[in-house]
């Protein structure tokens, strides 16, 4: 799949500088998605701006970001106006630091994302760095405004690439010893080795099937079925199915329902 | 759609001593080992600036109505449903009642499914972070898990229905307690093979990696991100006054890309290496007014040239 980069800038260590693009590592694309329909038509529910005062529909146009200056009195601010922000961040990570590759306390990850040369110009300057993190055990510290945040990023080297890692604020993670102080420091020591029995028993190498949806695989299912139940029915009556009558879709809540329980008892026995 | 999930589904209203509200209270278990354990947010996510929409047409803020896409009459929320698309324009209605009807009854319990070796996890599968803490009876198990987890340098993969979806959490030992963190699904997360499959094979090897090796040993040091400042905030300001008293806006340095001639010159110079070619500088010259640490990389640069082998192996995307 050809994916859209999704951010486009420059990867600095100190005079080295490098063109690069970036798009989140995660995707909600391949998500089951439920949109909102009204229920007397059976149409989209879709959302439309109206002026406040005149009430008339906004043209796509007419509409612009407004920064409130007073009480209705906004400061319009175009998406050129936004980009001229005087940070350095907006467009360079520049790596300001390095650290030891698992000092970054997880807690802190918010969310990945690929990083790699977006010219070939920049090809081997993009190697130097990653290269130079990897065989120095290192992670590179930087900053990037990311959603009209500046966020401290971590970058990781990985295969031919580089993971950016955005960092929550220091105010988002919560203090852990408000919840960990009244734990035991320190377990009985004779039952520890029988843990670590248990833990040897059902050790296992990380893959992905270890992460599976049961509820979207069974969702899926249906969504197939349906198509089916459709075509046949436009075959047999020869013209346009309409939206599914409410007695279908009981049954299929129920089996919905089942499929995800038997998927779950599979998953069990297994 | 998943936060609304998340902000309904807050199970539990009890509080513990410290004064927080679990957001799941059940059990986790370990072959016949089982005891009583809640889940707490461990992050949460903080404002960032929003904007408002204005009409430039006549200069008012904008309101948001929901219509129907083909009559375009205004749909109130009580005859708002949800569906899902199944071809291009057809859809079928689900009350969401009935969705919620088929997530599976939860047993409420974390069933540890297997323990993966710490070198193996996969970060980019992470999704959000709970602390996991054990009841007042549970506590010795507790403890005993979290002390055998991190004996044998292993992280539990446990499942169970949360938040009305079936969710893996990785569980780890951190300080006295747990951190557990929901991982995304397997379709969520793109393969960093696919990502990086077209990109040159380069290996950097000899000189330039020295020096850049040499240009990180200048900035190592610690980085706590709880001390990280927002600056955008400011930024912004200073735009919007410049554009309220007509000046010309901020400008930004213009970016020079290093061009791959130049790399190298670029890669000693920022080295503290200078860039004439023909005096190539001694090491003991070059850190004569440095410190210490700077000799002792460059040494160390210098002699390991072919030492690039001991880069980590990195795990399959």
């Known amino acids: 799949m050809a994916l859209r980069p999704y951010w486009k800038g420059y990867l600095k260590l100190s005079l080295v500088t490098c063109p690069v ?95 790699m040369p977006d010219d070939p110009v920049g090809h081997e300057a993009f190697a130097v760095i990653r290269d130079a993190m990897k065989a120095d055990k290192v992670v590179g510290i930087s900053k990037l ?19 950016l890692w955005s960092l929550r604020f220091g105010d988002e993670v919560r203090p852990e010893e408000n919840y960990f102080e009244d734990i035991e420091a320190e377990a009985d020591k004779e039952v520890v080795p029988l843990v670590q029995k248990l833990i040897k028993q059902k050790i296992a190498r990380w893959s992905p099937d270890m992460v599976s949806d049961p509820i979207q695989d069974a969702l899926l299912k249906l969504i197939e079925q349906k198509k089916k139940q459709l075509k046949l029915k436009k075959t047999a009556k020869g013209k346009k199915a309409e939206t599914a009558p409410a007695s279908n879709v009981v049954n299929i809540m129920d089996a919905l329902r089942k499929s995800v329980e038997a998927d779950l008892k599979k998953k069990k026995a297994s | 759609m998943t936060q609304l999930n998340r902000i309904g589904c807050v199970l539990c209203e009890e509080f513990d001593m410290a004064g927080q509200r679990a957001q799941w209270k059940g059990f986790i278990k370990l ?18 600036i929003t904007f408002n929409t204005i009409n430039t047409a006549t200069g ?100 169970t229905v949360l938040f009305r979806r079936m969710r893996t959490v990785l569980i780890r030992p951190h300080g006295k307690g747990l951190i557990a963190t929901t991982l995304n699904y397997d379709y969520e997360v793109r393969s960093s093979k696919k990502a990086f499959e077209d990109m040159p094979k380069i290996k950097i090897q000899g ?41 010309a806006l901020p400008k930004r340095k213009k970016v020079e890309v290093s061009k791959p001639n130049d790399l190298l010159a670029a890669l000693r110079e920022s080295a503290g290496l200078g860039k004439t070619k023909e005096d190539k500088p001694k090491r003991t010259a070059a850190n004569a007014n440095k410190g210490a ?25």
């Open chain 2, 31 to 48: 072959g016949e080992v089982s005891c009583g354990v809640a889940l707490y947010t461990a992050a949460s996510t903080s404002e960032r």
């Open chain 2, 293 to 317: 640490g700077r000799q002792r990389s460059a040494r160390g640069a210098a002699s390991k040239t072919a030492s690039s082998k001991a880069a980590p192996q990195r795990k399959a995307g």
């Open chain 2, 207 to 247: 000189e330039m990696l020295d020096l850049a090796k040499h240009i990180i040993a200048t900035k190592k040091g610690e980085f706590d991100p709880a001390a990280f400042d927002d600056r955008y905030e400011a930024a912004l300001a200073e735009l919007v006054k410049a554009k309220i008293e007509g000046k």
């Open chain 1, 21 to 115: 693009s970036m798009m989140p590592a995660t995707s909600e694309a391949e998500k089951v998605r439920f949109h909102t329909l009204n229920k007397e038509t059976g149409n989209r529910v879709v959302s439309q701006y109206i002026d406040s005062v005149t009430g008339k529909p906004v043209k796509d146009d007419d509409e612009a970001k407004g920064y409130a200056r007073g009480e209705n009195d906004y400061v319009v601010l175009t998406d050129d106006d936004l980009d001229a922000v005087a940070l350095d961040s907006v467009k360079t990570i520049d790596i300001d630091k390095f650290a030891p590759d698992d000092s970054i306390e997880w807690v802190y990850l918010e969310r990945p994302h690929y990083l």
């Open chain 2, 60 to 159: 008012n803020r904008v309101n948001r109505v929901f219509i129907d896409s083909d009559t375009e009459e205004p749909v109130p929320k009580e005859a708002q449903t949800k569906g899902f698309e199944i071809e291009n324009g057809q859809y079928i209605i689900i009350d969401p009642g009935e969705v919620a009807a088929t997530i599976p009854e939860s047993n409420k319990t974390l069933e540890v499914e297997s323990f993966i070796p710490c070198s193996d996890v996969d970060d980019v599968y992470f999704d959000k972070p709970y602390y996991l803490t054990p009841d007042r009876m549970g506590t010795d198990a507790f403890a005993a898990l979290r002390d055998g987890m991190r004996k044998s340098k292993v992280a539990a993969i446990a499942r």
């Open chain 1, 145 to 163: 405004v990311i959603g009209r945040r500046e966020r401290a990023v971590v970058l990781e080297p990985r295969d031919d690439g580089i993971v």
